[in-house]
């Protein structure tokens, strides 16, 4: 037995596959006959399961399988119902995903050396100064560790007072433009030394 909507998926009519040898199995996987029956008699009830298949035209597609024995009144496998839908699409949308995020991630992980790495103070800021990320050169410069910055403000440990109206107009001037502002100012590091830094401050949009 064959229905109209597995004509559909694998381009046989029922009168084509009903009564013949089971023309579904991708020769690729070994998979056979016998051992499919094999597995669904082993369970003696309904499995569910993810498959290659074969279309008529040659191509292969991924079947989402549910496959059950029927029984006769003495309980024997007498044939066997399979429910199939491809899901080749959802399976090809969900590795293209997946390939996505390794690039991605292997992407941020180099980003994340060269941000470790770089000879340079970089400080990642929201629009208010508060600091979201802080490198090691970062620290060296400031004597602040990552930790002790994380969520603070700008304002309240590195610039000094005198500064804030400065800083201030030099940021909006940054996200007005949309160009990097270079400009040297005195800022404050933990020990409260008092030290020339030369900024070069980049706005980031979402």
Do not use: C
């Not at 046989?12 to 089971?22: A, D, F, L, N, R």
């Not at 369970?43 to 024995?69: F, Q, S, V, W």
């Not at 403000?153 to 001037?173: C, H, M, S, T, W």
């Amino acid at each position: 037995l064959s229905n109209r909507a597995a004509e559909k998926i694998f381009g046989w009519s029922p009168e084509e596959i009903v009564g013949k040898e089971y023309p579904l199995l991708d020769p690729g996987t070994g998979e056979t006959v016998e051992s499919i029956i094999h597995n669904i008699e082993t369970l003696g009830k309904g499995t569910h399961y993810e498959a290659k298949r074969a279309r008529k035209d040659g191509t292969i597609i991924t079947a989402d399988i549910y496959a059950t024995p029927l029984l006769d009144n003495f309980d024997r496998p007498n044939g066997f119902l399979a429910i199939i839908a491809d899901i080749s699409d959802i399976k090809a949308v969900a590795e293209a995903n997946q390939k996505l995020s390794e690039e991605r991630d292997q992407l941020l992980r180099r980003l994340r050396l060269l941000f470790d790495r770089m000879p340079i103070g970089f400080i990642l800021a929201d629009k208010d100064l508060n600091v979201l990320d802080w490198n090691p050169q970062a620290e060296k410069i400031f004597g602040y560790t990552h930790d002790e910055m994380i969520g603070k403000n700008q304002f309240d440990l590195i610039i000094p007072p005198e500064r804030y109206a400065e800083v201030k107009g030099v940021i909006n001037n940054t996200e007005n433009t949309n160009e990097t502002s270079i400009y040297t100012h005195e800022n404050i590091t933990k020990g409260g030394r008092r030290i020339m830094v030369e900024w070069h401050d980049t706005s980031l949009y979402d």
